[in-house]
């Protein structure tokens, strides 16, 4: 079992930044990925970013260049730093665990965290 429990959203001006944590417990040594999804109000849970334990990543194209994803191995932490926010990146961000893979498709992942709400304003 492993629990991700995410941290640090909260309300931010469109083009602002904000930093989210992943603090996973349990046993983490089995993860094979880490990544991040997002949900928006009326829409479909999205891929936005993931880590793989070798320490590649990818992001969904809405993101990239704005958000980045890091870890810290000691803590068992991973990061979602997301910069030049808008409006449209209003939603629950979820952290996954994948203990085979990494990809778009929330099938993907093995362990959830709970959410944490982001929202940013005009």
């Known amino acids: 079992q492993v629990q991700p429990k995410e941290s640090g959203g909260g309300l931010v001006q469109a083009g602002g930044s904000l930093m989210l944590s992943c603090a996973a417990s349990g046993r983490t040594t089995i993860v094979y990925a880490m990544a991040w999804f997002r949900r928006a109000p009326g829409k479909e849970r999205e891929f936005v970013g993931g880590m793989r334990s070798g320490g590649s990543t990818y992001y969904a194209d809405s993101v990239k260049g704005r958000f980045t994803i890091s870890r810290d191995n000691a803590k068992n932490t991973v990061y979602l730093q997301m910069n030049s926010l808008k409006p449209e990146d209003t939603a629950v961000y979820y952290c996954?665990?994948?203990?085979?893979?990494?990809?778009?498709?929330?099938?993907?992942?093995?362990?959830w965290g709970q959410g944490t709400q982001v929202t940013v304003s005009t």
């Open positions: 996954a665990a994948g203990l085979y893979g990494l990809g778009y498709s929330t099938t993907v992942y093995d362990y």
